[in-house]
């Protein structure tokens, strides 16, 4: 067993968006499990946006990453050392423990999961997990969908938005119109059966989304805010809903940034704009676990994902995804897949 591990610090609380200097990568023992513990060697870790809000302090739905201490978030691992006996060696499980290649965990603190079988154990960190349950949740509970309803979906290319247009897509939509940031996602989201995407850096996103959805829309799914949350106000039809899952063209603002200017039209237009976390839908998990599970084996569902590999690509990846160079889920492989 690696007697050290390397893990990645919060060095700095970054102003504006992040730099590499905001992170420190270092190498540290791996303590003996106690009783009741595991040894995990992570196979495959989650960046995702809401990191950036836990880089913050001050009050916010997750506690903030502490300067100087190792960061948390979202990955699968495999139990290399047992003192738990529900958890032998060899056990794939799932973690919020990574931002490092090993770790010492309480056996209650992790989730089993099946073993590695026709599932890519990343899968539990997109499609299969917290951003797959995040759109199954805001768009058939929180949105409300209906068969026939038009959906707009921004962030289209990215974990929560590709699996939130095909979902709509399987389930009976009237048409899917998809937002993305460059003309590869749109293409791809073409290819995945939206039946309009735009690339919202070719305009103003209510001129491109006027083109798009001539006829307004019934539901949005809103991954980025701003422009695109003002635009959909301007398109939606009367009783119009918004799924309010994120605000990414926010999140490295310094100055809050401003509201959509438009948000008198709610009253004659009546509609309904609501905010959620994924975490209050916990309930949902069987259901949709069962569901995806179905698309996936009948191959109705495409899952796509960016793969970086090694702890030291957590980072840029990281940054990256803030960019928008993911397609689909962005992780990062720190081990080969188990067998
Ligand atoms: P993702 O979409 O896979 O990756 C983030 C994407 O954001 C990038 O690929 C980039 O794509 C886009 N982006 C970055 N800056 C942008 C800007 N200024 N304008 C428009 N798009 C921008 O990430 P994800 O994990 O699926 O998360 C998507 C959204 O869901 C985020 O807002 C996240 O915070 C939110 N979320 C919410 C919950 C919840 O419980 N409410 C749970 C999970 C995720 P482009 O190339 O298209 O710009
Ligand atoms: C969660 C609730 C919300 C969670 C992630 C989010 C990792 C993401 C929110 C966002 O990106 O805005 O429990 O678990």
């Given amino acids: 067993m690696a007697a050290t591990t390397r893990e990645w610090h919060l060095a700095a ?25 595991v040894v995990v060697r992570m196979v495959v ?5 809401y990191m950036r809000g836990r880089m913050r302090s001050g009050p916010s739905y997750a506690p903030p990453w502490q300067v100087g201490e ?17 958890l032998p060696e060899g056990a794939l499980v799932l973690t919020d423990a990574a931002w490092r290649e090993t770790a010492v965990l309480d056996a209650a603190a992790v989730t089993r ?29 929180v949105g409300a969908f209906r068969e026939g309803d038009d959906v707009l979906v921004s962030g289209a290319a990215g974990a929560v938005g590709s699996m939130v247009g095909q979902f709509a897509r399987l389930r009976g939509a009237g048409s899917v119109i998809g937002s993305a940031g460059s003309p590869e996602k749109v293409a791809w989201l073409r290819e995945l059966g939206f039946t309009a995407a735009f690339d919202y850096h070719d305009g103003p ?26 635009a ?3 398109a939606f039809r009367v009783h119009g809903r918004a799924a309010l899952c994120g605000s990414i063209s926010g999140y490295n603002a310094v100055e809050p940034p401003p509201g959509p200017r438009n948000m008198s039209l709610m009253v004659g237009k009546r509609l309904t704009l609501r905010g959620f976390l994924v975490s209050d839908h916990a309930d949902l998990r069987p259901e949709f676990t069962e569901t995806v599970t179905g698309w996936l ?32 889920k962005m992780v990062v492989r720190l081990a080969p897949d188990p067998d």
């Fill in 13 to 37: 609380r970054p102003h504006g968006e992040p730099t590499p200097e905001d992170f420190r990568m270092v190498e540290v023992p791996v303590p003996e499990p106690a009783e009741g513990q």
């Fill in 205 to 230: 996103v209510a001129e491109l989304l006027g083109r798009a959805a001539p006829d307004g829309i019934d539901l949005f799914f809103d991954n980025v805010g701003g422009e695109h949350l003002e």
């Fill in 113 to 141: 999961l099946p073993a590695a079988t026709d599932v890519s154990p990343s899968w539990y960190l997109g499609v299969l997990g917290m951003p797959g349950l995040t759109a199954y949740a805001g768009l058939f509970r």
């Fill in 70 to 86: 190792v960061m948390k978030g979202g990955a699968v691992g495999r139990v290399v050392a047992s003192r738990a006996p529900e």
């Fill in 45 to 49: 870790m989650s960046v995702d946006p």
């Fill in 297 to 328: 084996r009948s191959g109705d569902l495409v899952v796509r994902e960016t793969v970086r590999e090694g702890i030291e690509q957590a980072v840029p990846a990281f940054l990256d995804l803030l960019r928008g160079g993911n397609t689909g």
């Fill in 232 to 234: 959909a106000i301007g």
